[in-house]
């Protein structure tokens, strides 16, 4: 049911598994909120603690229109012709932007913004797939500054424990496709792998579809805060075959297994068994484990239904995150998942 929506000792992370010209006339503005989300302590000294979160807000509009054409698509890259001329030079570059592209049936996607020209209004898109194949060739798109993570969790101050290493710090981890990249406070800026010789990950891009793991290795709960704009379309992710995602869960609202819809994702396998079916792993911040869920036809199943009943209305924590397996092949652009709206916008 649809709701209206007004104005949280492991040594090592492991897998859940064992393997517009012009402005348009009507423009969307989107309801700001604020989500306050737990990171669970550490349950003694020398333990640590895993959280599953995401950001289901973002940042405000700032500019929408209706794009004149999608150019072709070429070295996961491609093209947005805008046929705007008033923007200045490396405007949407200069700090993060994503470009929310809208789909026929109204429901939306981000990408980054990796080059620009603003003599002509050409955005150059980040995407491992054509867009040609999702939308239409003069979609309506948004642009909005991208989260990173300074701007998420601080810059030179952050509500985690900090160290010169990343045994002793707090870590974020993203799922990269293949492999957990850990990120760290250093007390002065985030790192990772990539800075180990120098610089920082401060403006690393945090997706709005992205998932990710925080763990604590301190006695005492976190809050975060993120203020923002609450999704008022429904929001699209990519979810391939034969791999891992880790994704969001898009809103600022709880919802359920059956809610999600992604049993009826193009090319899903469902299965009475979860060795042959596609799965979701939720992290389970009680048992501090993955709990599976797979589809059998006919309704959700998980463990705890091995002798009939089934998990359709597992609760899944609003801000929080899904590792999705899917074990058969599917191309990225026809593996877009739009997330059902779990509120009516006011």
């Known amino acids: 049911m649809k709701r209206a929506l007004k104005l949280r000792v492991l040594t090592s992370l492991i897998l859940p598994l ?21 990171i669970d302590a ?15 807000l973002r940042n405000s509009i700032s500019h929408q229109g209706s794009a004149t ?25 200069t700090e993060a932007h994503l470009c929310y592209i809208e789909n026929a049936a109204g429901a939306e996607e981000a990408y980054l913004i990796t080059s620009m020209d603003e003599s002509t209004g050409q955005l150059t898109l980040s995407t491992t797939f054509d867009l040609t194949a999702r939308y239409t060739a003069t979609p309506t798109f948004r642009i909005v500054k991208a989260w990173t993570l300074g701007s998420l969790f601080g810059t030179d101050a952050v509500p985690f424990a900090t160290a010169s290493s990343p045994t002793d710090a707090d870590n974020v981890y993203a799922w990269d496709g293949s492999a957990w990249i850990t ?39 976190v809050t975060i805060t993120i203020n923002g704009s609450v999704p008022i379309k ?55 484990s993955w709990t599976t869920y797979w589809h059998n036809g006919s309704s959700w ?29 599917a191309s990225a652009e026809n593996a877009g998942h739009t997330h059902p709206m779990p509120y009516t916008p006011n």
């Open 183 to 221: 990120y760290f406070h250093n007390g002065s800026s985030w790192q990772s792998p990539a800075t180990s010789f120098g610089g920082d990950a401060n403006d690393t891009v945090i997706f709005p579809d992205e998932g990710l793991l925080v763990m604590r290795k301190t006695t005492t709960d």
């Open 301 to 329: 199943q998980s463990p705890a239904t091995s002798f009939g009943g089934n998990a359709n209305d597992e609760a899944i924590a609003a801000d929080s995150a899904m590792f999705i397996y899917r074990k058969t092949e």
């Open 69 to 93: 054409a999608i150019g072709s698509f070429g070295a996961n890259v491609q093209t947005l012709e805008t046929g705007v001329t008033t923007w200045t030079a490396d405007q949407w570059t």
């Open 234 to 288: 429904p929001q699209i992710s990519t979810i391939p075959g034969n791999g891992l995602t880790f994704i969001s869960t898009r809103y600022p609202v709880g919802t359920t297994l059956v809610q999600t819809n992604i049993h009826n994702h193009e090319g899903w396998t469902s299965a009475s068994s979860p060795t042959d079916a596609d799965i979701i792993y939720i992290w389970n911040n009680t048992s501090n």
């Open 42 to 56: 550490a349950p003694s000294e020398g333990a640590s603690k895993l959280t599953a979160i995401s950001a289901t």
């Open 18 to 38: 064992s393997l517009g010209t012009s402005l348009q006339a009507q423009t969307t503005t989107d309801p700001v909120g604020v989500v306050k989300i737990t």
